[in-house]
């Protein structure tokens, strides 16, 4: 693989249920983060992690749990959905945080009924 | 608060010169950043400014005034394929992007 990777690609969940968006990259950067993006909005930055074994709170975390045990891997968990969870997710990594540019996953759709 | 504004929608035609304007207002500023979304695709790098003055790149260039808070990006020589969005981000204090909602451009033959 090369760049960075999301699954699945679409979901319609159940509201209450408990689901985790995978994230992968391959560039050996270090610095990730999840966004989601809603019509009329800009992106909103919900969880980022600067190196593995650290993460941080973006503007719109409530709802959401991530983790970072290697560089590879920024996994992003709903505990129980909501439909205002309705979004597509993006996952996105620099190489360092600060002002490297950062490269996109292709997203994942997601419907909370 | 923070906020970034750019037009919602702009309608060009091909061969032709358009100019998409952000303006910011946030906490701090460590650079500018452009990109493009294509509709159901993830967003790609076009350009980044943290100097003011202009960076030109092939046919698409962006200029900044950091006393206007105040950026463009000029894209010439319009092509069909370069129907998609156009998203303004500013990184904060914090080296947080603050996102604009994007400036959906459409061009016509």
């Known amino acids: 693989i090369a760049g960075i990777t999301q699954a699945p690609t679409s979901q319609i969940l159940a509201a209450g249920r408990r689901m985790t968006l995978r994230c992968t990259q391959d560039m050996r950067h270090n610095a990730m983060y999840w966004y989601r993006q809603d019509l009329g909005l800009g992106l909103r930055l919900i969880h980022y992690s600067n190196t593995a074994g650290t993460t941080g709170k973006g503007e719109v975390p409530d709802g959401y749990s991530v983790s970072r045990a290697n560089t590879d891997d920024f996994p992003l968990t709903l505990a129980s959905a909501v439909p205002s969870q309705t979004s597509v997710y993006f996952c996105?990594?620099?190489?360092?945080?600060?002002?490297?540019?950062?490269?996109f996953g292709p997203g994942t759709r997601l419907t909370v009924l | 608060g923070q906020n970034i504004d750019q037009p919602t929608e702009m309608t060009a035609t091909e061969g032709a010169i358009v100019q998409i304007n952000c303006t910011y207002q946030t906490s701090g500023f460590n650079g500018l950043f452009w990109y493009q979304q294509h509709a159901g695709e993830a967003p790609t790098f076009l350009s980044y400014?943290?100097l003011d003055g202009l960076e030109e790149k092939g046919r698409f260039s962006s200029f900044l005034s950091r006393s206007k808070g105040y950026s463009y990006l000029l894209l010439k020589e319009l092509q069909m394929k370069d129907s998609a969005s156009y998203l303004c981000a500013v990184m904060d204090s914090n080296y947080q992007l603050i996102w604009g909602a994007g400036t959906k451009l459409i061009i016509k033959p």
């Open positions: 400014n943290v």
């Open positions: 996105a990594s620099s190489v360092s945080v600060g002002t490297d540019t950062q490269y």
